[in-house]
């Protein structure tokens, strides 16, 4: 769908994970892929790491494909976690690099526990299973595990392996303090990117609590949600869209491309972003 949206329009994939996080392919390939599926301006935003954008950032210009270098922050907020996007971060920023070094911390140890749970519940080899496909071991995620589960022939699909085991409540859940909202946006700002609230149809809040989440990333310096994105519905891009008119944020759009045939889109597949918003790139002066 990406090679169909009008000519006149540039097509933004502004979410996406390499092997740096949780992705299944290395940061060029991530590149090459883009180009391939019609993206016109794309951003690497892996978990917690920015240390792929200058292997991206290089193949970028090789292939005349326009990168911006993004990071995905995780964060905890009322108990739970929630993800924030960075786009446009200066990748070598100080600030940046050590609060994410600092929210890495304790993945390791979390991985462990998942592995220990799954091994009561009679999986064995889980932990070194998920290892073992963890592109950096420091970055090791749920993802990991669910992979080994698929692989190993515990779950059918993805969705079942966090559905059974890996979800929030599951049998082999382990729960993670992560980063504060405000220590997030601070490093995202510091490093001169701008925030986005990654796919906000994905937690699970009361309405109270959804407004209370989006007044406060608004007050601290959020600029922008995603509406358009690959772990949105097509029914929540409408939902979202008007979140964003309601609270003045710009909007962003992305397909969260983790590996081929994972997850609802491809890069580059996501249709255009609703009438009536303003991009997150409106002033980035890349048309």
């Given at each position: 769908m990406g090679r169909r949206l009008?000519?006149?329009?540039?097509?933004?994939?502004?979410?996406?994970?390499?092997?740096?996080?949780?992705?299944?392919?290395?940061?060029?390939?991530?590149?090459?892929?883009?180009?391939e599926h019609g993206v016109d301006v794309l951003a690497l935003t892996d978990h917690d790491e920015v240390a792929g954008a200058a292997e991206a950032a290089q193949a970028a210009r090789a292939l005349g494909l326009a990168f911006v270098p993004g990071v995905e922050?995780?964060?905890?907020?009322?108990?739970?976690?929630?993800?924030?996007?960075?786009?446009?971060?200066?990748?070598?920023?100080?600030?940046?690099?050590?609060?994410?070094?600092?929210?890495?911390?304790?993945?390791?140890?979390?991985?462990?526990?998942?592995?220990?749970?799954?091994?009561?519940?009679?999986?064995?080899?889980?932990?070194?299973?998920?290892?073992?496909?963890?592109?950096?071991p420091a970055l090791v995620s749920r993802t990991h595990f669910a992979r080994y589960l698929l692989d190993v022939g515990h779950c059918r699909d993805m969705n079942a392996a966090f559905d059974r085991y890996l979800g929030t409540g599951k049998p082999a859940y382990v729960d993670m303090q992560w980063a504060r909202l405000s220590?997030?946006?601070?490093?995202?700002?510091?490093?001169?990117?701008?925030?986005?609230?990654?796919?906000?149809?994905?937690?699970?809040?009361?309405?109270?609590?959804?407004?209370?989440?989006?007044?406060?990333?608004?007050?601290?310096?959020?600029?922008?949600i995603e509406v358009v994105t690959g772990s949105h519905s097509p029914d929540q891009y409408g939902e979202y869209a008007d979140i964003a008119r309601r609270y003045g944020f710009l909007a962003s759009r992305g397909s969260d491309f983790h590996a081929p045939g994972y997850g609802r889109v491809d890069l580059g597949e996501?249709?255009?972003?609703?009438?009536?918003?303003?991009?997150?790139?409106?002033?980035?002066?890349l048309g």
């Open positions: 009008e000519k006149v329009l540039k097509n933004y994939d502004l979410h996406c994970h390499s092997t740096v996080s949780d992705g299944e392919l290395p940061p060029r390939a991530v590149v090459a892929r883009a180009l922050i995780s964060v905890t907020w009322a108990g739970k976690t929630i993800h924030v996007v960075g786009l446009r971060v200066d990748p070598d920023d100080a600030a940046l690099v050590q609060g994410l070094a600092l929210t890495r911390d304790g993945r390791l140890d979390r991985a462990r526990e998942m592995g220990a749970r799954l091994a009561a519940l009679g999986i064995e080899g889980a932990f070194e299973g998920a290892m073992a496909r963890a592109g950096n220590d997030a946006l601070a490093w995202i700002a510091g490093a001169g990117g701008q925030a986005v609230l990654a796919h906000p149809g994905r937690y699970d809040y009361s309405p109270t609590a959804f407004g209370a989440l989006f007044a406060e990333f608004k007050e601290r310096g959020g600029a922008a996501l249709p255009p972003l609703p009438a009536g918003l303003t991009p997150v790139w409106h002033d980035w002066g």
